[in-house]
């Protein structure tokens, strides 16, 4: 999926297809794509980042605060603020 020109189009042609997909994992990472999966690697483990996906934001306080994983809709208003 990384590989393709449009991932986010890959990947959402690949969960829609489910068992009938024709994604095939590669035989032999390229270097460019696996220095790119590393740097990602390095990064999340230098935020502490164990779970994707990773949102990082401030408190009312001001205090940095992290939400690993798909975040609770009620997690998100807290997060992200009402849209209304």
């Not at 990384?2 to 297809?17: T, V």
């Not at 994983?69 to 009620?74: D, E, M, N, T, Y």
């Amino acid at each position: 999926m990384l590989r393709e020109p449009r991932p986010a189009a890959a990947l959402a042609a690949h969960e829609s297809a489910g068992k009938a997909s024709t994604l095939k994992p590669l035989g032999e990472i390229p270097a460019p794509l696996q220095r790119h999966l590393d740097d990602n690697l390095e990064w999340m483990s230098e935020l502490d980042a164990m779970a994707m996906p990773a949102i990082f934001y401030r408190d009312t306080q001001g205090r940095l605060q992290q939400q690993q994983g798909a975040a609770r809709p009620q997690a998100l208003t807290e997060i992200l603020g009402r849209a209304d």
